[in-house]
């Protein structure tokens, strides 16, 4: 789908451009040369400029929330855009990006070979919620007090009931033992999972 919107953007910017100089060719005569070079510019260079704006993908990747990165996950370099589009040519033969294709599902990363030449990926731009909001639990304030790393490691845990078996649930909150504050006589029921539970909810700003 990416690629079908920018094939669309680059025909409707090579119409417009052929319009604009074929009408200059019928006064000058140089219409015709200036509307090849500025078709072989539009072709190669759309994807190189776009990749290596801020937004890292081109018209049709961002409309679908995708972007161009390094393997390791940093901007793409000019290199590595120039490396991936120059080898389209590659990923074309013989015929409709076959390829292209084959590489695709060859490979684990769903690389084609410009990708594997540059060492690139193209991934989901928008980022990935790993964790849910945590179940409603009465606030409890900790037994001490707690550094940032401790807090970051509840809220993880809290977010993720949904995603846990109730026994590796509980047994994950025993490790944070040393964090549950003193259990009240009304409370002696509660398991520790119930009372970390209400410990995320008072790290989140909730203290009734």
């Not at 319009?19 to 019928?26: F, K, R, Y």
């Not at 037994?143 to 026994?167: C, F, V, Y």
């Amino acid at each position: 789908m990416a690629f079908l919107l920018d094939l669309l953007m680059r025909l409707g910017i090579d119409l417009g451009l052929a319009l604009t100089l074929g009408a200059l060719g019928a006064l000058s005569g140089m219409g015709g040369g200036l509307m090849l070079i500025t078709l072989f510019c539009v072709e190669w260079l759309y994807p190189i400029v776009f990749e290596l704006s801020r937004w890292g993908a081109t018209p049709g990747k961002r409309a679908l929330g995708l972007r161009v990165v390094m393997d390791t996950g940093l901007p793409i370099t000019p290199a590595a855009s120039f490396t991936r589009n120059l080898l389209r040519v590659a990923d074309f033969l013989p015929l409709a990006y076959g390829f292209g294709i084959v590489s695709l599902l060859l490979n684990r990363d769903c690389k084609r070979l410009g990708d594997l030449a540059a060492g690139t990926l193209v991934v989901h731009a928008k980022p990935v919620l790993l964790h849910d909001a945590p179940p409603a639990a009465t606030p409890l304030a900790p037994a001490r007090a707690l550094n940032a790393q401790e807090q970051a490691a509840i809220l993880s845990w809290a977010g993720r009931a949904k995603r846990l078996t109730p026994a590796r649930f509980e047994e994950l909150a025993l490790l944070a033992a040393p964090a549950l504050p003193a259990t009240q006589p009304d409370e002696a029921r509660r398991r520790p999972a119930e009372r970390l539970l209400g410990v995320a909810q008072w790290l989140m700003g909730n203290k009734s």
